[in-house]
């Protein structure tokens, strides 16, 4: 059974500074990875994804992806306090006809102004 | 575009009595489906799949039971809520083979 970490639990950075988010994955034969942002009691919106090593950028959204380290991260260029919110990274694996999507119990963001 | 719809945005029900969540897509023909609970500061866990009308997959069962009676409409349903039941329900849909979810807005419920 697929096991995703995240780290830390909850971040705090000021407006303005780098936030970066960790993600580990247990499954070496993973094939997607992405990550989400969920507001307060909202659904889910989906950030950036990656599906090979290196780096994907989508604005102010970096993601890396070391599949040898089982490890993606995401990188949050010039937060803003709207950024804050719980970020979710998930991790898919693919089956017959569709994929098994597996989520990291989430990083809280906080930024301050 | 396509549009995912969740219904009811939130309930409060009685431990013992029914329950029925609903998600339409709109714009998009034979997605996969998915449901999603998510306990109050737990994980996103998987409950069902559904890659076609009148078929779902139970991932996790926790006591409730989905259906796909249209191309475009998932329930989720239960005769009798548990206390356990309580938390955030997100629907989801793919493209058939898609790495990609995209979610409703959910449905809170509060079983009391």
């Known amino acids: 059974q697929q096991k995703v970490q995240q780290s830390p639990e909850s971040l705090t950075v000021s407006e303005g500074a780098m936030a970066s988010l960790n993600c580990t994955f247990s499954d070496g034969t993973s094939n997607n990875f992405r990550w989400y942002r969920q507001h307060s009691a909202k659904g889910l919106e989906v950030l950036v994804s990656?599906?090979?090593?290196g780096e994907k950028e989508e604005g102010r959204f970096t993601a890396h992806l070391n599949r040898a380290n089982l490890h993606v991260s995401l990188h949050i260029r010039e937060p803003q306090p709207s950024d804050s919110a719980v970020y979710l990274c998930?991790?898919?694996?693919?089956?017959?006809?569709?994929?098994?999507?597996?989520f990291g119990k989430g990083t809280s963001l906080t930024v301050i102004p | 575009a396509q549009t995912i719809h969740q219904w009811p945005v939130a309930e409060i029900k009685a431990v013992g009595s029914p329950l029925s969540l609903g998600c339409t897509i709109k714009g998009k023909s034979s997605p996969n489906l998915y449901w999603y609970w998510q306990a109050t500061g737990g994980t996103l866990q998987q409950l069902f799949y559904s890659i076609t009308v009148g078929q779902v997959e139970s991932v996790v069962q926790l006591n409730l039971s989905a259906s796909r009676p249209k191309d475009d409409q998932f329930i989720l349903s239960t005769e009798k809520l548990l206390l356990s039941h309580s938390g955030f329900y997100l629907c989801?849909?793919?493209?058939?083979?898609?790495?990609?979810?995209?979610f409703g807005e959910g449905s809170r419920l509060i079983v009391v």
């Open positions: 990656i599906f090979s090593d």
């Open positions: 998930a991790v898919s694996i693919k089956n017959t006809g569709y994929q098994n999507f597996y």
């Open positions: 989801a849909w793919s493209h058939q083979s898609g790495n990609t979810l995209y």
